[in-house]
């Protein structure tokens, strides 16, 4: 069954490419034909798995990047079918019949609730997790129970894991993982970090003993420097450690190297952070990860601006509580005046839960600067009702389709920002690039 697998998998994908279509059905035969076929595939080289709430396609394909650039022919998932059937795809329709891997190296993101399919069944060299939030509740659950999904799967892992040391959810991992060795990254505190924190946190208490979590500091939500009140629970030593943080010039330090990031925020920093620790891990040079970080190509909707001869356009995807408050952050730190369009679906894809509005602080962007929020989407009044009991002041318009939220947008002088759900998001961006001309 294996041969008629790979096979059928193949000739599934070469007719979905011939029709213009992608995605993960492949996967999905070949699955229903053998739902082993994972555990039958012959790899060489590193096999790297990347999960996370939020920066794990980022991350994933950064590490691809300086895998390709330090010479390894890497196959990847980067279009991001990080389910169990696309990730089969990606795999056998880059393996030979007989279940050999062409590739020196993978890299494959997985979804966080996938995990407990992939990891056990193939080869994983190292296991990168960058942070756990809460998302997608109606999904994921609560976020005690997707970790406890990863745990079970830890204790007969023999890789390595590479952990945010910062993260007092991702550390935990390291106590189920009792046959790997565990490398840790995160960073210093630095200008931006804060002693207290109104944000969404979920690291409040010990995952050890149940007692409360005390921070010497915090860099966004539950990410900073922890010790535990009661046990010896607390922030590890950091095999890779970011200093000299400056979100100006978008730039900071590892081992003594200077490099600069290619996204925006102190969130994305630690993208750069799981990056350089798979490099150390790895003995990539530093003159590769700083080409990687220098030509890292912008993902559509993270901080994506348009611009032509009339305005100015910055598009930005939102998920979930913490990563929308590091959107609303960098939005906030932009003085100029503004028009401020949302798109809010509550899809499968998106959640239909869409209560975590109410855990992000829109209210960092209800300043003078702010003409006018303007909201779209499935529960577009949904979200024009908590703009208006966030106490904003100017005018909030709610438009039926986003072709009209967005024409609305552009009606005026201001800089645009649009942000938008996961659904929201490409539709969205092709209406922006049809309204700007482009």
């Known amino acids: 069954m294996q041969t008629l697998a790979i096979c059928a998998a193949k000739i599934s994908s070469l007719f979905l490419k011939c029709i213009g279509r992608g995605g993960s059905l492949p996967g999905s035969i070949a699955l229903k034909l053998d739902h082993e076929i994972l555990n039958k595939l012959d790899f060489t080289g590193p096999v790297i798995l990347v999960t996370g709430t939020n920066g794990k396609t980022s991350t994933a394909n950064m590490i691809a990047d300086c895998l390709a650039h330090a010479g390894y022919h890497v196959i990847s998932n980067r279009k991001g079918d990080n389910l169990k059937a696309g990730i089969t795809t ?62 079970d799967v830890l204790p007969n892992y023999r890789g390595d894991l590479i952990l945010n040391g910062n993260d007092p959810n991702v550390v935990r991992l390291a106590q189920k993982a009792v046959n790997s060795h565990v490398y840790y990254f995160g960073m210093e505190k630095n200008k931006y970090s804060l002693k207290n924190t109104s944000e969404a946190s979920e690291g409040k208490f010990c ?47 590892c081992d003594g190297h200077t490099f600069r990031q290619p996204y925006h925020g102190l969130y994305s920093m630690y993208n750069c952070a799981a990056v350089c620790a798979v490099c150390k891990y790895l003995n990539i040079k530093t003159d590769v990860i700083e080409y990687v970080f220098s030509h890292a190509p912008q993902p559509a909707g993270r901080n994506e601006s348009f611009n032509n001869y009339n305005h100015t356009c910055i598009l930005n995807l939102v998920k979930n509580p913490t990563g929308a408050n590091e959107v609303m952050k960098v939005i906030e730190t932009d003085l100029e005046n503004k ?7 509550d899809r499968e894809q998106d959640g239909t839960d869409v209560s975590w509005i109410y855990d992000t602080f829109f209210e960092k962007i209800m300043n003078k600067q702010t003409k006018r929020i303007i909201c779209t989407g499935t529960r577009g009044y949904d979200m024009a009702l908590r703009i208006e009991y966030g106490g904003y002041q100017g005018d909030i318009e709610v438009y039926d389709t986003m072709e009209q939220a967005v024409s609305k947008s552009f009606s005026f002088p201001e800089k645009v920002y649009v942000i938008a759900t996961y659904t929201a998001l490409l539709p969205v961006r092709h209406v922006i690039v049809k309204e700007m001309g482009l």
């Open 90 to 151: 990606t795999l056998l329709t880059n393996a030979s019949l007989s279940g050999r891997i062409h590739a020196t190296a993978c890299v494959l993101e997985v979804d966080e609730l996938n995990v407990r399919h992939i990891l056990p069944f193939i080869p994983v060299t190292c296991f990168v997790v960058n942070n756990f939030f809460r998302d997608q509740l109606d999904r994921a659950r609560e976020m005690e129970q997707l970790i406890e999904t990863i745990e």
């Open 207 to 253: 995952p050890e003993c149940g007692h409360k979590l005390n921070y010497s500091f915090y860099q966004y939500s539950h990410i900073g420097k922890f010790h535990c009140s009661h046990c010896d629970f607390q922030t590890p030593e950091l095999y890779v450690e970011l200093k000299n943080i400056d979100l100006n010039k978008q730039s900071f330090t």
């Open 339 to 345: 028009t401020i369009c949302i798109v809010l679906n």
